[in-house]
C-alpha cells in the first residue's frame, strides 16, 4: 500500500475502498484476536458478572438494612 493510500485509511479509522472493494483494516486485524478472547468474555459476562451482582446487590441490602435499624435503634434511645 502506498503511503498516501495508508495515510488516508488512517484518517478513515481503518476503512479503504479501492479496485478490490471496501476493506476495514481494523475488522481484519481483531479478527484473529477476538476469536481467542470471546470465548473467555462470553463466559464472564453471561454466567459470572449476573451472579456477581445479584451477590452484591443482596449484600448491599443486608448492609444498608443494618444500617437503618442500628440508626433507629440509636434514635430511639436518644429520646428517651
Same mark, same amino acid.
Given at each position: 500500500?502506498?503511503?498516501?493510500?495508508?495515510?488516508?485509511?488512517?484518517?478513515?479509522?481503518?476503512?479503504?475502498?479501492? $479496485?478490490?472493494?471496501?476493506?476495514?483494516?481494523?475488522?481484519?486485524?481483531?479478527?484473529?484476536?477476538?476469536?481467542?478472547?470471546?470465548?473467555?468474555?462470553?463466559?464472564?459476562?453471561?454466567?459470572?458478572?449476573?451472579?456477581?451482582?445479584?451477590?452484591?446487590?443482596?449484600?448491599?441490602?443486608?448492609?444498608?438494612?443494618?444500617?437503618?435499624? $442500628?440508626?433507629? $435503634?440509636?434514635?430511639?434511645?436518644?429520646?428517651?
Amino acid at each position: 500500500m502506498l503511503w498516501g493510500t495508508y495515510k488516508a485509511t488512517c484518517r478513515r479509522n481503518g476503512t479503504f475502498s479501492g $479496485a478490490s472493494g471496501p476493506r476495514d483494516f481494523n475488522q481484519e486485524l481483531l479478527e484473529p484476536v477476538s476469536r481467542q478472547v470471546a470465548t473467555g468474555w462470553e463466559r464472564a459476562f453471561q454466567r459470572r458478572v449476573p451472579g456477581i451482582l445479584t451477590g452484591f446487590g443482596d449484600s448491599s441490602r443486608r448492609l444498608l438494612t443494618g444500617f437503618h435499624e $442500628a440508626a433507629v $435503634a440509636r434514635a430511639s434511645e436518644r429520646r428517651m
